[in-house]
């Protein structure tokens, strides 16, 4: 099973930037996948930004032009660079991965984006 563990989360102003990591316990396959949700109070869990299997990028339409994925292999750990961060973006980020009929996700963390 993999670990995987945010950071980074935190209290921005709206316009503000914060960088998200996710690093996981044990060396993930380039063929995993990785991606970021996030879920805000009383709404359901969305895809945010995601690297598929090729390493090519995706992004929610809300996020794209502010919001950059990318992903250390040395290191096992996946970013999440976020700016010109609006109150909406306010939710709990989340980080997974998968690998056959597995998946992993870590614990979240909290962003809060005051207006």
């Known amino acids: 099973q993999v670990r995987l563990v945010e950071s980074g989360g935190g209290l921005v102003q709206a316009g503000g930037s914060l960088r998200l990591s996710c690093t996981a316990s044990?060396?993930?396959?380039?063929?995993?996948?990785m991606a970021w949700y996030r879920q805000a109070p009383g709404k359901q869990r969305e895809l945010v930004a995601g690297?598929?299997?090729?390493?090519?990028?995706n992004y929610a339409d809300s996020v794209k032009g502010r919001f950059t994925i990318s992903r250390d292999y040395a290191n096992n750990t996946l970013y999440l660079q976020m700016n010109s961060l609006k109150p909406e973006d306010t939710a709990a980020y989340y980080c997974?991965?998968?690998?056959?009929?597995?998946?992993?996700w870590g614990q979240g963390t909290q962003v809060t984006v005051s207006s």
């Open positions: 690297i598929s299997v090729y390493g090519k990028p």
């Open positions: 997974m991965t998968s690998w056959g009929a597995n998946v992993s």
């Open positions: 044990v060396s993930i396959s380039r063929a995993s996948p």
